[in-house]
């Protein structure tokens, strides 16, 4: 008989005190993912998937991670190639930097800038909107309806970058993926049944 296989380790959700971090956390824990909410940097660091949610501010929460010795951590993590998901802001801290925080630099992982949405749409986007995958993908499924809650709008440098967009007075980038990183501007944790899935695909692909 072959043995079993091991127990995979927990998922780090990094707690550096702002945004959803507690609804992130019990998001997967209702999709059944082993997930610890720690603010340790040692154990972060050493996690063998992390996951960085965000709300609210760009610069509010870029300066939070720096703040609680967290930041570096989280690149030391992107940087070894383990698994790496961002959520909403958290997917938009790893750009360059954001025209709602000009002063505050993000992670510099992926090439662009946040920008606000067009001015024709109603800001924020706070609403449910149908996924467009652009590219087959293992965690993402196309036409999923998941939920928004945003005023700005990754443009990276790297159109190839974009894994799905929605239609939001014209195309709007949902979720971007490189190598081990995985970010969706949408809340898996707040689009139900579809946006648990997600989480629950991520955590087996690692």
């Not at 000009?102 to 662009?112: C, E």
């Amino acid at each position: 008989m072959p043995p079993e296989p091991a127990p995979q380790a927990p998922v780090a959700v990094v707690d550096y005190g702002i945004g959803n971090l507690h609804s992130a956390h019990k998001a997967f824990l209702r999709a059944g993912v082993d997930a610890r909410l720690t603010n340790d940097p040692v154990e972060v660091e050493r996690a063998a998937a992390v996951v960085l949610p965000g709300v609210g501010n760009f610069g509010a929460c870029m300066r939070a991670l720096r703040e609680t010795g967290l930041l570096g951590p989280v690149l030391s993590v992107i940087e070894a190639g383990r698994p790496f998901l961002g959520i909403c802001v958290g997917m938009q801290m790893l750009f360059e930097g954001s025209d709602e925080s000009p002063n505050d630099p993000g992670l510099g992982v992926l090439n662009g800038r946040v920008q606000m949405l067009s001015e024709q749409v109603k800001r924020p986007q706070m609403q449910w909107n149908r996924l467009s995958v652009r590219a087959q993908d293992e965690v993402l499924r196309d036409g999923d309806w998941v939920y928004f809650v945003h005023s700005l709008s990754a443009r990276p440098e790297d159109p190839s970058v974009v894994v799905a967009e929605v239609d939001y007075g014209g195309p709007v980038v949902a979720a971007v993926r490189r190598g081990n990183i995985l970010a969706t501007q949408f809340h898996p944790e707040k689009s139900g049944s579809a946006g648990l899935a997600v989480l629950r695909r991520w955590a087996d692909t690692r």
